[in-house]
């Protein structure tokens, strides 16, 4: 008897059985694409309602900009987080295209491009607004409560890049004193 032919056939069933799903987009209805879309809309309201009360939220990867990595506990805290981070950088036209989703087990794992429009003072640049493109990981875990983790990877080093051609580009903001 071939063991392959049926190691295939439980992989492909367990795989069925855990509603594993690979598509280019989730579910519009999943609590991840909900998440995704508060950030696009700055809908702090709806990201509440998202989020469960003791829910965190990380990016190991923000490094790049010469900070510590980012780890929050606590619903309020990830809400105000994305509040005043938006607010700080002068965020607006955010726009996620969802390359690639994969969710199982309450856990979805999205691969994503990034566009987004941000104060060029915000970033010593001296232009009124500028465009900043990226690629990154977000895994989100979902439970009954709502969710309790959101976890970023981003490759902020390719953002550098571009924050360092604008600088070129346009040259430094007058009487700026923050270059993240």
């Known amino acids: 008897m071939n063991i ?9 069933l367990s795989a069925c059985a855990n509603q594993q799903v690979f598509t280019s987009s989730c579910s519009e209805d999943s609590h991840a694409h909900n998440w995704v879309e508060s950030v696009e809309s700055q809908d702090w309201a709806r990201m509440t309602a998202l989020l469960a009360p003791a829910a965190t939220y990380d990016d190991p990867t923000v490094v790049h900009f010469g900070q510590d990595a980012i780890a929050l ?3 309020e805290a990830v809400v105000e987080f994305f509040r005043k981070s938006s607010e700080e950088v002068g965020a ?4 996620y295209e969802i390359t690639r989703c994969f969710e199982s087990g ?12 941000v104060s060029g003072d915000y970033w010593n640049i001296n232009k ?8 990154g990981t977000t895994v989100v875990t979902n439970r009954p409560e709502g969710i309790v983790a959101v976890v970023d990877y981003f490759d902020y080093a390719g953002m550098l890049t ?11 903001a007058q009487g700026s004193d923050s270059t993240p």
């Open 4 to 12: 392959k032919p049926i190691y295939l056939a439980c992989l492909l």
């Open 73 to 75: 506990e606590g619903r």
């Open 92 to 95: 607006r036209n955010i726009d």
């Open 106 to 117: 309450g856990i979805t794992v999205l691969t994503m491009t990034l566009s987004i429009d």
């Open 128 to 135: 009124e607004s500028i465009n900043l493109t990226g690629e």
């Open 162 to 172: 571009q924050l360092e051609r604008f600088r070129s580009q346009y040259g430094e």
